[in-house]
């Protein structure tokens, strides 16, 4: 472990660390900080950025960097918002509208993926275009049609739902045991191989921690009480840690997500290698739209409505200081899922915590801010210390 932190390679070591200090400082400042309502509150208000991050996380990984995906997350609230509306004459059902949504948001993100990656426009400039495009295709509708309400269950769902106590304890059980079984499914895989040895030392602290986070989170969820009403774990939740999953998955033991670190490391070295660059931009992008627009369906359920005001000014700079915070590096082929799960976590505490003790938003913007300005110089001094160490 020294070894790692002097040659840079810090892995998910300071956001821990600094969420963990963040939640002490508010324990003892915030009122109400530490209470299971604020609880479910974080992860409510935190979910959609969490998946909007996700997607960010994929196209850092290239060395490629997406504006656009706030409004591209207006666009798929706009759009489920608009396929439910009752009296319509195109009215579908909400899960049916939730999939075209997130189908029409991955659609935006490969087209503009294909802009980028066969026509050579950098991509900041295709994704600034994009922020204007799609946040006055937002302007224009909104304008004329005013607030659209979500009436649809199955979509205020996915931010408002919440579980049983009974059902959360069984979703912690299930999610205590996905770790032990990914070791498992290594030691299948990878047998025979130097990457089947496990430290069973560790494995073992691993998956008592992640039973003790698991039950730990359904336990805080279910002892608050708001108007009379029983708390639960939140749905919001269980979709984060679904995505978490799955991309983490793609991410490690696909062929794509080892395509995705390859062209972030060395673009020339693995178009040499037979990868198709092109293709990898295109597909990366049409995630990051498609999480995009899963997130701005959450930010929509959380109000019920579309307005002018949707979605957040600080959408953008939150979702991609979420990966940043996490340690997925800004050059390129470095970062993991979890950084960008982790990151906005910490924003979220920070900016639940700030607003707890009733600090301006404008202090709100420079603290988080800062925070993004200290992770981006902590991965360059990382950067330095592992070119000098030769890893």
């Known amino acids: 472990m020294l070894l790692d932190i002097r040659t840079g390679n810090l892995g998910p070591l300071p956001i821990i660390v600094g969420l963990i200090i963040v939640v002490v400082l508010f324990g003892f400042t915030a009122t109400n900080f530490f209470t299971s309502v604020n609880f479910v509150n974080l992860i409510q208000e935190s979910a959609g950025t969490a998946m909007l991050a996700y997607g960010v996380v994929f196209v850092l990984l290239l060395g490629e960097i997406d504006l656009s995906i706030g409004y591209v997350a207006g666009i798929g609230a706009l759009i489920v918002a608009e396929l439910q509306l009752p009296g319509s004459g195109h009215q579908l059902n909400g899960i049916l509208a939730m999939l075209i949504a997130v189908l029409a948001c991955a659609g935006i993100g490969a087209v503009q993926g294909g802009i980028i990656a066969f026509v050579g426009v950098p991509s900041f400039v295709v994704t600034l275009g994009g922020f204007l495009i799609w946040q006055g295709l937002i302007l224009n509708v909104l304008e004329q049609r005013g607030t659209i309400i979500i009436q649809d269950r199955w979509i205020n769902y996915t931010d408002l739902y919440i579980f049983s106590h009974w059902l ?71 979709l984060v840690i679904i995505a978490f999953v799955a991309l983490t998955f793609l991410a490690k033991w696909t062929t794509f997500g080892r395509h995705v670190y390859a062209v972030g490391g060395n673009a020339e070295a693995a178009r040499r290698a037979g990868i198709s660059v092109p293709r990898i931009r295109v597909l990366v992008f049409a995630l990051s739209g498609a999480m995009a627009g899963i997130g701005g369906i959450i930010f929509a359920s959380q109000v019920n409505s579309v307005a002018l005001t949707f979605p957040p000014g600080n959408l953008l700079l939150n979702a991609i200081a979420s990966a940043v915070i996490g340690g997925v590096s800004l050059f390129g082929g470095r970062g993991e899922v979890r950084g960008a799960l982790l990151g906005a976590l910490l924003i979220g505490t920070l900016q639940n915590g700030l607003n707890t003790l009733n600090v301006s938003n404008g202090w709100i913007y420079i603290v988080t801010g800062g925070v993004l300005l200290f992770a981006v110089t902590l991965d360059t001094f990382a950067r330095r210390l592992q070119a000098r160490s030769g890893r």
């Not at 108007?227 to 919001?236: D, F, M, R, S, V």
């Open 168 to 238: 959360g304890w069984i979703i912690a059980a299930i999610f205590t045991a996905l770790y032990p079984i990914s070791v498992l499914y290594k030691l299948i895989v990878a047998r025979g191989t130097t990457i089947a040895k496990q430290n069973w030392y560790v494995v073992g602290a691993r998956s008592l921690g992640l039973a003790v986070a698991s039950f730990g989170v359904v336990a805080i969820c279910n002892h608050g009480k708001i108007i009379k009403t029983p708390e639960g774990l939140p749905l919001a939740l269980l």
